[in-house]
Nanobody, 122 residues
């Protein structure tokens, strides 16, 4: 099983970035997928998640209305569109495939990607 996150980078505050997670080696269409982030010196935190069908999504309050998650089951990808970025969004962003349990907790995810750095300058 492999999850490959890509698309991070550096942007000024107010800008936009898109990060994508590409999956292989698992039945992608059966699994919910989440994005988490780990700011410097802090614990990993929930950002957004999408159920296997794509019909339901979940967002952390801090990104609601600015970030949008979507998926393409045929191509086995999940995309996180990040708009109106703030310096506090700076973190390493990880995608993960859910096994069971709440979408909001890291413990619910069985497989993790390697992370991609997002840096927002003020």
């Amino acid at each position: 099983v492999q999850l490959q996150a890509s698309g991070g980078g550096m942007v000024q505050a107010g800008g936009s970035l898109r990060v994508t997670c590409a999956a292989s080696g698992l039945t992608f269409s059966n699994r919910g997928v989440g994005w988490f982030r780990q700011p410097p010196g802090k614990e990993r935190e929930f950002v957004a998640a999408i159920v296997s069908s794509g019909f339901n999504t979940y967002y952390a309050d801090s990104v609601k209305g600015r970030f949008f998650i979507s998926r393409d089951n045929r191509n086995k990808t999940v995309t996180l569109e990040m708009n109106s970025l703030k310096p506090e969004d700076t973190a390493v962003y990880y995608c993960a495939a859910r096994s069971s349990g709440s979408y909001y907790y890291t413990e619910s995810y069985a497989y993790w990607g390697q992370g991609t750095q997002v840096t927002v300058s003020s």
